[in-house]
């Protein structure tokens, strides 16, 4: 059972539309707005009829919480007005959400406030109090733990080392939202980079990693979401379903999939998360963002470069130091090589070593101390 109390829940139509554009609140100055904001979307969200929405926005605007816009819509030919709450809406909702999170809700034999259930869930304060009504909201839902969708990518991790600087940025990262770009050469770590920080996170939400291999599409990425969600439509789904989408080794690519990724930059996604590993030699006319995009912050980018070398040194402590200044030239601090090293797995490995080189290395690497 749910309790709560409805004195304190129960809101107007007005305020409903106020908490549901709160959701889109980031919407401001973007080329292209969702549909969720017309007229017909709010009435779909909130679930009231759309001749109910006139006269309820009007009021909205008329008091100076909501401000209305002519705008690119998906779908639509000519622009549609769309609606995007002002400063002293936002100012508004959060008195609304204040007075909503004064409950305390009782679920099994929990109790949470809704801000509480809300990160726990990763959905909106207007499709959480329409899950509470429907008494959607059970412990098994929410003990349910989303497992990893899809994966194309297996990592282990075996010899991370370093990267605190670069795991902090990643959760500050993962904290405000955005577009994550990690950049760095093969065998520098992006993948294992993205693993510790899934090991460390847990991030409760569904996880869909895709490499992408030569030739790969964006066509071939919809045919993935359509196969995972019933829909190719992947912007709707990462509005609406939490979810961190990681591509991998992204380097070569068609004008369809940079274009796409770019639209992704441009997307203030609320509860998903994209992430994407870049090759250091991808083509300036492959990269999806531009300077004004990391300036502004839909963009985060982290550049990986070598090891430190007290850190690679970690790798492989049994080395003669001489040996191992040498080691380090050759391998210039690349983690892939060094981690090779280690295990004696060099031959197997893709890396960007002469067979001279990879011999002298295995030779270096058997001087112990």
Known sequence: MVYYNY??????????????????????GKYEYPPEITQQGIAERIGISVTHVPRNIKKLVEDGLVKKIKAHVPGKKKKVTVYLLTPTGIAEVKKIIEKINQNRIQVGDEYYTLNELKKKLGIGYIDLLTKLDRGEITPAVLDMKPPVVFREVSVTIDDFVDRVAEIDTIESWFSRGGMLSIVGGRGSGKSYLVQRFLD??????HIIWLDVYDGRTWSSVKEVFNALFGSEDILSVLRTQPTLLIFDD??????????ALNALVKEPMEHSRVIVCMRKDTPYYNRFYTLSDLAEGRVTEINLDALPYEHARKLLPDVKESAFKRIYQISRGNPRILAALKHGTLDRENVALNGEEIHLLKFLASQKK
């Open 7 to 28: 004195s304190i829940m129960r809101l107007r139509n007005s305020e409903k539309i106020l908490l549901h554009l709160y959701d889109y609140r980031k919407y401001e």
């Open 200 to 205: 460390t996170k847990k991030p409760s939400m």
């Open 250 to 259: 992204y380097h070569d690519v068609d004008d369809e999939f940079v274009s």
